[in-house]
């Protein structure tokens, strides 16, 4: 009987390692996808970004990047998965359907 509890606490310390709660995975995606990391270019929570300046004339024109909170899923989904225009830096990824709801839902704050 003792032998079985010690077994059990083993196994359940084990599944707690790998257990890992939605938003922690989801940060994980934004953070480190298939390629180079949202965070890079949107900042901690996709909020509007100064990405850096480009002089031009004597002027310095801010780089910005437009916040990737409160868009429609539909606007989100299609930036992830259309064909960029050449001017565009954001690299493209290849993300299935799930990762990019999970990505939507961390940056606009809801829970599952
Ligand atoms: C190298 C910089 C860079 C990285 C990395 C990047 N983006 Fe972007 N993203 C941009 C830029 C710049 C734009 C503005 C539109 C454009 O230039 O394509 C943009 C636009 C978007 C838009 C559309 C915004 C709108 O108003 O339509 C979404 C959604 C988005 N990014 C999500 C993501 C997610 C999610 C990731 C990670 C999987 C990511 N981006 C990684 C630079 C980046």
Redesign the pocket.
């Known amino acids: 009987m003792r032998l079985i509890f010690i077994v059990l606490l083993i196994f359940s310390k084990l599944f707690a390692e790998d257990f890992i709660t939605m938003k922690e995975y989801a940060k994980m995606?934004?953070e480190n996808?298939r390629?180079?990391?949202?965070k890079?270019?949107?900042g901690k929570d996709?909020g509007e970004q100064i990405?850096g300046y480009i002089i031009k004339k004597d002027t310095k024109i801010p780089y910005k990047?437009?916040?990737?909170q409160n868009?429609s899923f539909e606007?989100?989904k299609?930036?992830?998965t259309q064909e960029?225009?050449s001017?565009?830096?954001?690299?493209s990824?290849s993300?299935t359907e799930d990762e990019i709801i999970t990505?939507y839902n961390y940056?606009n704050h809801k829970e599952k």
């Open positions: 995606l934004y996808p390629g180079i990391s949202c890079e270019c949107h996709g990405l990047i437009p916040s990737i868009l606007k989100f299609l930036a992830l960029k225009d001017r565009s830096i954001m690299p990824y993300l990505l940056i």
